[in-house]
């Protein structure tokens, strides 16, 4: 499956961005998704994951209460609702998907994610 990801841009401290995730597979439906991050000279970093029919979600910490992840199977596409975003959360995101299995995987780990998009800059100014 091939992932675009869009909707990133430069916006100020407490403002809002939509990131969207178009998936190019019929059976998007059978694909967890996830987003992950990487700021300049760090390491990629587990932001949110959404269960491939959408009714479990799983957040990071840091973006827990402010981020809300929500997938449209139809559309076959993902979404990344970022409110009151703030400067730590410039990164370049990227969207990710694992095909379900029903099996255990670690949710958070990068390595458990078979597809991945080509990023998009999110800069948050102060």
């Known amino acids: 499956v091939q992932l675009q990801a869009s909707g990133g841009g430069l916006v100020q401290a407490g403002g809002s961005l939509r990131l969207s995730c178009a998936a190019s597979?019929?059976?998007?439906?059978?694909?967890?998704m996830a987003w992950f991050r990487q700021a300049p000279g760090k390491e990629r970093e587990f932001v949110a994951r959404?269960?491939?029919?959408?009714?479990?979600?799983y957040y990071a910490d840091s973006v827990k209460g402010r981020f809300t992840m929500s997938r449209d199977n139809a559309k076959n596409t993902g979404h990344l609702q970022m409110n009151s975003l703030k400067p730590e959360d410039t990164a370049v995101y990227y969207c990710?998907?694992?095909?379900?299995?029903?099996?255990?995987?670690?949710?958070?780990?990068?390595?458990?994610?078979?597809?991945w998009g080509q990023g998009t800059l999110v800069t948050v100014s102060s």
């Open positions: 959404i269960t491939w029919r959408g009714g479990s979600t």
């Open positions: 990710a998907a694992r095909r379900f299995s029903g099996s255990y995987y670690d949710t958070s780990d990068h390595t458990s994610y078979d597809y």
């Open positions: 597979a019929r059976t998007f439906s059978s694909y967890d």
